[in-house]
């Protein structure tokens, strides 16, 4: 019983959120496989606080626990990355992968049913044709409102390496999925065929100095997407120039200084995000300990530099031991480009203000947040004397992070996975 809860409760871990490109749906995926997707609630004149509030609109199982029998490998359940379509009719679209499949999903709204069919009756049975003596005409009935999840399309067999990223692209026709190795451009109409833009796989396996971390498209020029490495390097490729994207058009890499050469400095370089602002003139990338912004235009160094957990320079030797040097955290824009945030230990979140240079590390758990109530911002005392309202630093719960997070496209929103809670922060709202 005991391993069947922990079973339940690793299942239950958040490993994925985003927002679709309005804001009203959110949606979540977890080591379980399954998908929820929150809606949010209508303003209504009597209880006007209520608009920001989201609740369950539709829970699905996404993906289910394989075997690779060729390889003698369990291909989990857990769901890496959720990525909106845009809205096109009255039904939403998404996409949802683990570490082998890319899979298409329509949720729809259903809130009438037909009846009256000619062969067959009410219950679903098949009727005698000689016992039918006259014609009806099907009618539809009103039925309770009921969110039905289908999937569309399965795109499969393409990544011998797990998947890491999925991107839509701006023609809202393609998208791409990429591994440690390679990068993939699907066709959404098209499952049994994709094109391999990007493969950085040596004929020698021995000779491997980096992977892919992640990926993703430019916002609006449909031809152009960016990759990161465990290198700490950003690569930028347009799709025009060849068929391959094996030479980069912009190579984007700060040079390391040497005097802060250590045993872990590669390590703590890995990009494990990257992404476009909204207008597509910067970059983000976050690595290990820093978030960086990069303009298009210049390559030689990063415009700004952000230290999200500074003070764990110190402890890189434990956090070694651990595995936790090796977490991946995202990060994102908000709708304006003019605040980022990422994620941090102890259930710590950072946003930093591009515009005032001022930032403010806020924490999100169940004991500071109660509905309305308002996150005071939290401080890590790195050495001297603590003040009340300081943590130190080797009191930080390593195993408490905030990996994944997400921010409404257009309204100060925030979405933030603390393992298995789902957090929904707001502006104060009067």
């Given amino acids: 019983l005991r391993e069947a809860l922990l079973c339940s409760v690793a299942a239950d871990i958040i490993s994925t959120v985003e927002f679709n490109s309005t804001g009203e749906l959110l949606a979540t995926g977890d080591k379980g496989g399954r998908v929820v997707v929150f809606q949010r609630e209508q303003e209504s004149k009597n209880q006007p606080h209520r608009r920001g509030e989201y609740n369950v609109y539709s829970t699905f199982q996404s993906h289910e626990p394989e075997f690779d029998y060729l390889k003698s490998l369990e291909i989990e359940e857990k769901i890496n990355k959720i990525r909106w ?100 451009l699907w066709n959404l109409e ?126 890189l030797c434990s956090l070694y031991e651990n595995d936790c040097i090796f977490d991946k955290f995202e990060c994102v824009w908000n709708g304006s480009d003019s605040v980022i945030m990422t994620g941090s230990y102890n259930n710590f979140f950072r946003m930093f203000d591009r515009n005032t240079k001022r930032d403010v590390t806020l924490e999100a758990s169940r004991e500071n947040s109660k509905p309305r109530a308002i996150l005071k911002p939290r401080k890590v005392c790195v050495g001297g004397k603590r003040r009340k309202d300081e943590i130190s630093v080797d009191s930080l719960d390593f195993s408490k992070k905030i990996i994944h997070t997400a921010w409404h496209p257009s309204e100060n929103i925030i979405a933030v996975a603390a393992t298995n809670n789902l957090y929904i922060f707001q502006d104060k709202v009067n």
């Fill in 190 to 315: 098209i499952t049994n065929r994709s094109f391999n833009i990007v493969d950085i796989k040596p004929a020698n396996m021995e000779e491997l100095t980096e992977v892919i971390t992640a990926a993703e498209f430019h916002p609006h020029q449909c031809n152009t997407f960016v990759y990161s490495s465990s290198k700490g390097s950003i690569r930028l490729c347009d799709m025009r120039a060849s068929a391959l994207c094996d030479n980069h058009s912009k190579f984007f890499e700060e040079p390391e200084d040497p005097s802060n050469r250590s045993f872990f400095s590669e390590i703590i370089s890995s990009i494990s995000d990257v992404k476009f602002s909204h207008s597509g003139r910067y970059l983000m990338t976050r690595d290990y300990l820093t978030v960086k912004i990069w303009d298009l235009n210049m390559e030689s160094k990063p415009l700004e530099t952000y230290q999200v957990h500074d003070y764990l320079r110190s402890k």
């Fill in 85 to 184: 379509l845009p809205q096109q009719n009255a039904a939403y679209f998404l996409l949802s992968t683990n570490d082998k499949t890319v899979k298409l999903w329509k949720i729809s709204e259903r809130d009438k049913r037909p009846e009256g069919y000619n062969l067959k009756d009410e219950d679903g049975r098949i009727r005698d044709p000689a016992t039918i003596t006259t014609l009806r005409v099907p009618v539809l009935q009103p039925m309770d409102l009921m969110v039905e999840a289908t999937p569309r399309r399965v795109f499969s067999n393409a990544h011998t390496y797990h998947i890491n990223s999925i991107s839509v692209n701006s023609d809202y026709e393609t998208f791409m999925s990429t591994d440690d190795l390679r990068i993939n």
